[in-house]
């Protein structure tokens, strides 16, 4: 006996008048005067059941006994529905099966939520995440996501590269995030971390002659959960021996565009434009920039350096965006309250200034009737930050950004180094094994602000969706990076030493990119958070509703690790 022939969404207008046997769950059911109407459903869409009394006695008391999500098995005669019932916002809707026979397979107790409630609280629908898989907007993205990892293996498949696992736990990562520990039983005291993500094997890999490596990874990183971020997660892993920045540049888009492709969607135009890191932090004070719309940053340094305007006059940043449209006091001052937020002094547009500027200076701005010139002077990074974010709030706000459009860029020739916010030294952009450009192999390990690196970001819509670089391949470059980063010898030689060792046996040039999986997968789903596309995720404390995980464990369990746990307060 097979449960089913047929799935509930294939059963339409040219199956009428075959018998088939449907399976699936009970999405309502309606009692009109002795027909019972049941909408049966499965992955593939609803289908009508009509059960008449007079027809079928049997099927009828079953009907009566059903409620939301039983689990049914129908059989019956597909045919036409009435002409006033046919449903044409339903693949099934000119159809219906007359039921001959009904069985309920399985029951459901009474639900927590009906399926198709709007509001129901998050916690709630992943405490019950079995029960909200079966929405059809989940069943969309979780095949939507598959469809994309397919076209993405296919097309690494088709290029040549091998699929090679790499281990979860491993030595600390350094990917910039928290590891998540690991404690060893045969080890007691001793912890294992799970990769933040395999990027030092992969890097073995090419120097083990490997060529072309891929993997859809899984990695884990102990940060605050946000609306793209989960403790673990999957990127598209790859990394190539032999190439420049552009050969992996072309991998990435071919991916990219495979997956556009597979899920049905107009694929972005390629080559992606490339936009370097200075220019993007100039203009859109980004280094992600969503260039779907313009309002683009202008520098305004030159022209105010001699103004009467204090402000202006001593700042070493004076920068504007022109915003189409004008803004009243009130608006002006919730804008400058938000600027302050992010860390301006202040919020000056022309009308509030011109007093102090000439009139060359005031045209050289070239703000248009109805237009709003928005200045901050301070230090340009702050100047960057502020304009950056107001930029892209102002766009939301006004509604300038052509939705319709998907913006892929590359932002490249980033500097190797930036200076730690906290400790003022020296720490890497990307991570510690980017290669600098050629030609700047050496630098003053005091002050490598000017040494560039060979770092690339893939940008879609303003989202980075994930970093790559080409790789040092040469140990005493290598040791270099970390010196500069303020480590010691010993200490390099005790956490990279197998990296230095393998270094130094033979590296060829290598480089590689990683994207973020479900990230890409949400964009492409127009979700807001990945949470839509990942199963089972975990809700922002870092909590999984469903299974109750993380617990405490027993004194005996964690001393088998040589483990004690600190008492920690009640939350
Ligand atoms: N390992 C890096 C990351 O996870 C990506 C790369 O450089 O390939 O961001």
Redesign the pocket.
């Known amino acids: 006996m097979s449960w089913r022939d047929v799935h509930c969404g294939e059963v339409t207008r040219d199956r009428i008048g075959d018998r088939v046997t449907v399976a699936g769950w009970a999405d309502t059911r309606r009692d009109h005067g002795g027909l019972v109407f049941v909408d049966l459903r499965d992955h593939t869409g609803k289908l009508q059941l009509v059960v008449n009394p007079d027809r079928s006695p049997d099927p009828a008391a079953v009907a009566h006994d059903i409620r939301n999500e039983f689990v049914l098995q129908a059989t019956g005669e597909v045919v036409a529905r009435a002409p006033d019932a046919v449903n044409p916002n339903l693949r099934t809707g000119e159809v219906e099966v007359q039921v001959e026979e009904l069985r309920i397979l399985s029951r459901s107790s009474p639900l927590p939520f009906q399926l198709d409630e709007e509001n129901v609280d998050e916690t709630l629908r992943l405490r019950y995440r079995w029960l909200d898989l079966r929405r059809e907007r989940m069943q969309q993205n979780l095949r939507l996501s598959h469809t994309a990892v397919a076209a993405i293996r296919r097309t690494m498949d088709e290029l040549g590269f091998v699929d090679v696992w790499t281990p979860s736990m491993t030595r600390g990562t350094p990917?910039g995030a928290r590891d998540f520990l690991v404690p060893v039983r045969l080890q007691p005291g001793k912890f294992f971390a799970l990769a933040?993500?395999?990027?030092l094997f992969?890097q073995l890999c090419m120097i083990g002659g490997v060529d072309r490596y891929y993997q859809i990874a899984t990695?884990w990183r102990d940060e605050d959960l946000r609306a793209d971020r989960q403790f673990e997660f999957r990127?598209l892993?790859?990394?190539m021996a032999f190439v420049e920045r552009e050969d992996v540049l072309a991998v990435m888009e071919a991916a990219v565009v495979a997956a556009f492709e597979a899920a049905g969607r107009p694929a972005p135009a390629r080559p992606f434009p490339h936009i370097s890191y200075d220019e993007a932090m100039a203009k859109y004070g980004s280094d992600k920039p969503d260039l779907r719309f313009g309002m683009e940053i202008q520098d305004a340094t030159a022209v105010t350096r001699d103004s009467e305007f204090g402000v202006f006059k001593n700042a070493p940043c004076v920068r504007y965006i022109v915003v189409p449209r004008t803004f009243s006091r009130t608006e002006h001052a919730r804008l400058e309250a938000l600027a302050k937020e992010w860390g301006a002094k202040g919020v000056a547009n022309l009308s509030q200034i011109a007093k102090f500027l000439s009139e060359r200076e005031l045209e050289s701005f070239g703000v248009p009737e109805g237009s709003t010139a928005l200045f901050v002077a301070d230090a340009a990074p702050v100047v960057a930050h502020v304009l950056g974010l107001l930029r892209l709030h102002l766009a939301r706000e006004l509604e300038l950004i052509d939705t319709g459009l998907d913006a892929f860029h590359w932002v490249l020739e980033f500097p190797l180094f930036k200076q730690d916010d906290e400790s003022g030294g020296w720490t890497f952009m990307?991570?510690a094994?980017?290669a600098p450009v050629l030609g700047q192999e050496t630098w003053d390990e005091a002050d490598p602000a000017h040494v560039n690196g060979q770092h690339y970001d893939l940008i879609w819509n303003g989202w980075e969706l994930?970093?790559?670089?080409i790789r040092i391949h040469d140990a005493d470059v290598q040791q270099r990076v970390f010196r500069t980063m303020g480590m010691s010898e010993e200490e390099s030689r005790s956490k990279f030493g197998f990296l230095l060792d393998a270094l130094a046996m033979g590296a060829p040039p290598h480089g590689?990119?990683?994207m973020g999986i479900e990230r890409f997968v949400a964009l492409l789903a127009g979700e807001p958070d990945i949470r839509q596309i990942v199963a089972f995720p975990k809700v922002s404390s870092g909590f999984d509703p469903l299974t109750g995980a993380p617990t405490a464990m027993p004194a005996d369990v964690l001393a088998d690790s040589g483990i004690a746990a600190l008492p920690q307060p009640e939350r």
Do not use: N, R
């Not at 994930?466 to 670089?469: A, L």
């Open positions: 990917e933040q993500s395999p990027q992969k990695c990127q892993d790859l990394e990307h991570h094994f980017t994930g970093s790559g670089s590689g990119f990683a």
